[in-house]
């Protein structure tokens, strides 16, 4: 058994859900904040048998896609001013980051 962890932009939470129930996949959703853009996410936790696990991933590579974005960088608060961009700078955002783990043990009760 595997655990998939998948950190996903909050625009593409709800069609990964909806696909990941349509194909028979049960997951959790939790709030999450991305650390660089302080952007909303979701991070899905998937508990699958091994031998799915590729088809979860292909379910998320079809529901998460990159795209380019605008985003004003946050002013430096410890005097690092000399690094910072007043001006809007473009970024890849979206996609998913995806980290798929060993289970030990499962228990359901």
Known sequence: M????????????????NALIKEGFRATKLASTGG???????????????????????VIRANCKIRDQLVTPVSPVSGAADSYIPFPVEVQ???????????????HF
């Open 2 to 17: 595997k655990l998939i962890i998948a950190v996903i932009q909050d625009k593409d939470s709800n069609r990964l859900s």
């Open 93 to 107: 955002v979206g996609g998913a980051a995806v980290f798929v783990l060993p289970v030990e043990r499962f228990e």
């Open 36 to 58: 660089f853009l302080r952007a909303g996410n979701t991070t899905f936790l998937i508990g699958i048998e091994d031998e799915r696990v590729q088809q979860v991933l292909d």
